[in-house]
Each structure stands twice: as structure tokens, then as C-alpha cells.
């Protein structure tokens, strides 16, 4: 017989907690909080949602949305779309706020943006209408522009280091259209994965919770 009502209130508790609390505690893993008019992967996000690498996000007029990861914290603006791709994230066009000490950075187009160092670094990314804006409000940042060809013959400015309270503008010469790639981050990304895969821990915790028929410790051998 298993053991009182309360064991069945924690064990249906952890199935639904710990998708999330395993999510956050790996790097390459993070949480969605949005409070309405955001989509992953295509699909009206939850309030609380978990993100795997190759997660797309995209929020809508008035709507703004968080990615919590292990170190790192990403604000994203409305009408932002953009590919969470672990200590990496790919804009398509929109504003992030990147607060990171996990050395995150973005790539937008053919711009990638990356703090120096793994101090804490927070830094504001925007790609609109052609352009790429970097502003800095806490550490330093490298903007490196890499293409087929020589940036200089092309006009375009080269890498730079930017400090606290600085900007710099560089063109998109290269977009960030992306696609989704199938793939094992797409599949934990659905909701019945993430759902199965926090029951099967649940069960396994609770199978040794629940199992009181036979003491631990038996006092007859």
C-alpha cells in the first residue's frame, strides 16, 4: 500500500516542477516567461516554458518575453524574432538585452556580438531595417563582422571593442533567415516531451516513495 494522500500531492508536484528546474540548471537549457502574445516554435507559448537549442522565439506587438538561463538573462523586446541556440542567439530582426556572465552572445546576420570576457556583461542588440545597433551599459563587448568579402573593400567597418555607454551601428549584409532544424532540441521542445520526460523522473522518485510495503529496513531478515 502506498503511503499517505501527501506522497501523492509531492509526486504529482515533481511532475510538474522538475522539466523546469532541470532546464535552468543547464547552460545550454533555459526557461520562457511570457505573459501572453509569444510563440515557440511556431506555437503560443505558456507562461513557463522550457527551451532546448534550436527553440524559436517570436513576440508579438505590446509583448515582451524572458529567457532565463544559468548565468545569463535575456529580455526580448516586442516584435522579436530570434533563435535561442544555448550561449548563443541568433536575431532576425528585433531588440534582445543581454545580461550575462556566461560569455553569451548574438549573432545577427553577419555581426556577432560577444562580452570579453565572463565577467558580467549587459549589452542591448537591435536589428532594424537593415541595420544592426550595439549598445553597451556594463562591461566590454567585441563586434566582429565576418564575410566572404574583405570588410574594408565593402565599406564596412571593422571589429571593435565598445565600453560601457557606448554604441556602434554595422550594416546586415548577410540577414539571419533561419529554419528550424529537425532535430533532437525540436522534439524536447514540444509540450508532451517535456511532459513525458518530467513524469518519467517523477515516477522514478516516486516509485521509491511510494513502494511502502516493504520497510528499508525490514526487522525480520
Same mark, same amino acid.
Given at each position: ?7 501523492? #500531492? ?23 516567461? @511570457?505573459?501572453?502574445? &509569444? ?6 507559448? +505558456?507562461?513557463?516554458?522550457? %527551451? #532546448?537549442?534550436? @527553440? ?19 529580455? %526580448?523586446? +516586442? ?25 553569451? !552572445?548574438? %549573432? ?9 570576457? @565572463? ?6 542588440? =537591435?536589428?532594424?531595417?537593415? =541595420? ?7 562591461? !566590454? ?36 533567415? #533561419?529554419?528550424?532544424?529537425?532535430? %533532437?532540441?525540436?522534439?524536447?521542445? &514540444? ?15 516516486? #516509485? ?5 510495503? !516493504?520497510?528499508? @529496513?525490514?526487522?525480520?531478515?
Amino acid at each position: 500500500m502506498c503511503l499517505p494522500d501527501w506522497s501523492h #500531492f509531492v509526486c504529482r508536484l515533481l511532475i510538474l516542477i522538475l522539466p523546469a528546474s532541470l532546464a535552468a540548471q543547464d547552460p545550454t537549457r533555459g526557461l520562457l516567461h @511570457s505573459d501572453g502574445g &509569444t510563440w515557440l516554435n511556431e506555437a503560443p507559448a +505558456p507562461n513557463v516554458a522550457a %527551451i #532546448f537549442p534550436d @527553440s524559436l522565439v517570436q513576440t508579438q506587438a505590446g509583448h515582451t518575453a524572458r529567457i532565463e538561463v544559468e548565468g545569463s538573462s535575456v529580455l %526580448i523586446l +516586442p516584435e522579436t524574432m530570434m533563435q535561442f541556440q544555448g550561449l548563443t542567439l541568433a536575431v532576425d530582426h528585433g531588440t534582445v538585452q543581454v545580461d550575462t556572465a556566461r560569455e553569451m !552572445d548574438v %549573432i545577427v546576420g553577419c555581426v556577432t556580438i560577444s562580452p570579453v570576457n @565572463s565577467e558580467r556583461t549587459a549589452y542591448d542588440v =537591435t536589428d532594424a531595417h537593415g =541595420t544592426v545597433t550595439i549598445s553597451v551599459s556594463k562591461n !566590454d563587448v567585441k563586434v566582429h563582422t565576418h564575410n566572404a568579402i574583405p570588410q574594408k573593400s565593402k565599406g564596412v567597418p571593422g571589429d571593435a571593442v565598445l565600453h560601457p555607454g557606448e554604441h556602434a551601428s554595422r550594416p546586415d549584409l548577410c540577414g539571419t533567415r #533561419f529554419e528550424k532544424e529537425p532535430g %533532437i532540441g525540436g522534439m524536447l521542445d &514540444t509540450l508532451p516531451a517535456q511532459i513525458l520526460g518530467g513524469a518519467m523522473v517523477a515516477a522514478i522518485i516516486c #516509485f521509491g516513495v511510494c513502494h511502502g510495503d !516493504d520497510p528499508v @529496513s525490514p526487522s525480520k531478515p
